[in-house]
Nanobody
Framework: QVQLVESGGGLVQSGGSLRLSCVGS????????VGWFRQAPGKEREGVSV????????YYHDSVKGRFTISRDNAKNTVYLQMNDLKPEDSATYFC????????????????????WGQGTQVTVSA
């Protein structure tokens, strides 16, 4: 079965960096749309970034553009999220996701497009 396992979260000061990793199993990441959502306490889950395996296109939430970079290593079935210049408002649980189908990448910010979720990794940014 499909599994997504995240790692790399932690506590960092404002302006710092973290890199999240997500190892997928039970499917071939090369042909999938995979990415990251996050959820802060009391807020809805929101799409952070997604990578389309068909053409390499990458999409980002406006609030992270220029600071976060999504990448993948298909040989390792792994997707990464490099987060730079972190801000307290980036604090959240970050979830690795695989969309139900790559054709849904146009709706990537919707939780309805997500087929599989990881267990989440906590990111806390102190002021």
């Amino acid at each position: 079965q499909v599994q997504l396992v995240e790692s790399g979260g932690g506590l960092v000061q404002s302006g710092g960096s973290l890199r999240l990793s997500c190892v997928g199993s039970g499917f071939t990441m090369r042909y999938s749309a995979v990415g990251w959502f996050r959820q802060a306490p009391g807020k809805e889950r929101e799409g952070v970034s997604v990578s389309d395996g068909r053409d390499g296109a990458r999409y980002y939430h406006d609030s992270v553009k220029g600071r976060f970079t999504i990448s993948r290593d298909n040989a390792k079935n792994t997707v990464y999220l490099q987060m730079n210049d972190l801000k307290p408002e980036d604090s959240a649980t970050y979830f690795c996701v695989r969309l139900r189908h790559p054709s849904l990448v146009g709706q990537w910010t919707s939780t309805n497009a997500v087929g599989y979720w990881g267990q989440g990794t906590q990111v806390t940014v102190s002021a």
